[in-house]
């Protein structure tokens, strides 16, 4: 087999993979919309809308924008993936920031149990990744005091973080009061939080191969 054609059957896979976890996010966050609008958009079920569109959809989204192999953004150019990719992570953390306050606002900044503490640390980081990710779209402003290599590996790398802490807070919030009341069967909770940590694996995949990337130029042998 030439490298030509093992190169080609990897993409294959990536881009089903990366079917499979558009299938996952639209799954989501149909569902979730659906359920907090039965419900009612007020008090947790607004928390748990707008964390779903702001981390499983949005978040997910914008993490994937410059990955090569992305079925939805492949044929855009580099340009327009930037763009892109800071509009969708201004949205998604927007909604984010708004679905924790929320809880805090309700809850007087108490944070009883594993959901509650990872949501506050999902928020501290959603607002540096913001910040960073300010810095890493006018690196060539100020390339002078910081390398643009290494604004967009510690984005890179503070953006994966902060996806993995609100996917696994997530997670934990298909165990609440408000989810598991609602859900038809305990194995389809299991199965949804199932799937939410295929979309945190599968929504990653990119990004760490651009971490890798950005490390080996930074810190790889010239042998």
Known sequence: MTESMATSIVQRIE???????????GFVTIYMCWLCLRT????TALHA???????SFLMAEAIMCHYNNNVLTF???????????LILQ???????????????????????GIHAKLGFAAFILCCVSL????????????????SPIITKTFHNLLGIGTFAVALVTQF????TGFFKHSSPSD???ILIQVINLLILVLSCWGPLKSLFYKLYSMFGSDD
């Open 15 to 25: 881009y089903f993979f990366n079917i499979v976890n558009q299938m996952c996010i």
């Open 40 to 43: 009612g958009l007020e008090g």
């Open 49 to 55: 809308w707008l964390a779903t569109i702001g981390f």
């Open 75 to 85: 044929n855009y150019s580099r340009s327009t993936k930037t763009h892109l990719h």
């Open 90 to 112: 201004i949205l998604g953390g927007g909604c984010g920031i708004a679905a924790t306050l929320i809880k805090c606002i309700q809850h007087n900044f108490v944070f009883d």
């Open 131 to 146: 910040v960073s990710g300010l810095a890493t779209y006018f690196a060539k402003n100020i390339k002078k005091c910081l």
């Open 172 to 175: 934990y919030g298909y165990e």
């Open 187 to 189: 194995d389809f909770t």
